[in-house]
């Protein structure tokens, strides 16, 4: 994911664009100020529920038993095999 990185004054100017092109083009705006408390980063909302996603699997365990499954050498799973409610 590409970012650009511009400054406060800069991102409101342009803030009705930088919506547009987030969602567009899947890439994030980092506003970065002297004060580093104000700092922020804007993303398209599908971004957003990516991430969210990704860090519920990350709690629930899932993630693990993902990466399990992956360095598993013994072969392909039928996903028929797998035991949903179990992961």
């Known amino acids: ?6 400054n406060p004054t800069a991102a409101r100017k342009n803030f009705y664009q930088i919506l547009k092109d987030v969602n567009k083009n899947q890439y994030e705006v980092e506003i970065i100020s002297e004060n580093k408390e104000n700092d922020a980063v804007i993303i398209s909302r599908a971004n957003w529920n990516a991430i969210q ?3 519920f699997l990350q709690d629930n365990g899932v993630l693990d038993k993902v ?7 013994s072969g392909t799973t039928d ?5 949903w409610d179990d992961l």
């Open 1 to 6: 994911m590409s970012k650009i990185i511009m």
């Open 79 to 83: 996903i028929d095999d797998i035991d």
């Open 67 to 73: 990466h399990e499954r992956m360095k598993d050498n």
């Open 53 to 55: 996603e990704t860090l």
